[in-house]
């Protein structure tokens, strides 16, 4: 099977946060890995594998290179994701592939959380029901936890006029605003990938690298500055 439907084919098993033109934009991505002769070459990296389904696993540890290409640290990051930044290229240059590509990815999912904190930071107005308050200095997880201790459904909560991201898959469509096509693939495969990899589901070589840490780093900023952008 050629080495980009094997990737195509793996992805169709498991992404669960698919949305209509994934499969194109996909098509055009991956014009930028293939295999040649032992070899993963993504963008000009080249990654030594034993046969041509590593191809696979060398994707899915480096879904923010591929998809976005070369990135930078970015500095100018909220603290927890910085500290997670710094994990993750520890762990690459320990050998420890799984963990390696978990936190990359956990670099991504972090910022959303820390990107609804920073909308939350300067105060908002909660509604449920008839309640409304207004709150100031809660983040994210806070809010979470507020909201369970009211005993309020999650589901009927309003920020702002705005239903409450409580899940995973709710953070992330609300934080689209803030994405193009390109971006938002990245952080909906990426964040896919590092479900599977909490839960065990490891079924893959991985070969994570330092260009994907720089590029989960420069996406994670475009996200920030796109939403300072609309904020500020």
Do not use: C
């Given at each position: ?7 195509l ?33 993504i ?21 923010p290179?591929?998809?976005l ?86 589901y009927?909560?309003?920020?702002n006029?705005?239903t ?69």
């Amino acid at each position: 099977m050629n080495a980009r439907k094997l990737i195509l084919k793996e992805i169709k098993s498991f992404f669960q946060y698919e949305k209509k033109g994934d499969k194109e934009l996909l098509k055009e991505v991956l014009k930028n890995i293939h295999y040649d002769d032992g070899y993963v070459i993504i963008r000009n990296e080249k990654i030594k594998v034993e046969n041509i389904e590593d191809i696979v696993g060398v994707f899915l540890a480096n879904i923010p290179y591929v998809i976005l290409g070369e990135g930078e640290l970015k500095e100018d990051l909220p603290e927890k994701v910085k500290k997670i930044q710094s994990d993750a290229l520890k762990l690459i240059s320990l050998g420890i592939n799984e963990v390696a590509t978990l936190e990359i990815y956990l670099i991504l999912e972090m910022s959303l959380r820390a990107l609804y904190s920073e909308y939350l930071s300067s105060g908002v107005t909660i509604k449920y029901k008839d309640k409304k308050v207004k709150v100031k200095g809660l983040d994210y997880r806070k809010l979470k936890l507020y909201i369970r201790r009211k005993g309020w459904s999650k589901y009927k909560v309003k920020v702002n006029g705005e239903t409450f991201p409580f899940s995973q898959g709710s953070l992330l469509s609300w934080a689209e605003k803030f994405m193009d096509e390109k971006l938002s693939l990245t952080f909906r495969l990426s964040i896919n990938v590092r479900n599977l990899l909490a839960h065990g589901e490891v079924e893959w070589n991985l070969f994570p690298t330092i260009s994907s840490v720089k590029s989960a780093s420069y996406a994670s900023w475009l996200l920030f500055t796109k939403f300072r952008e609309n904020y500020e």
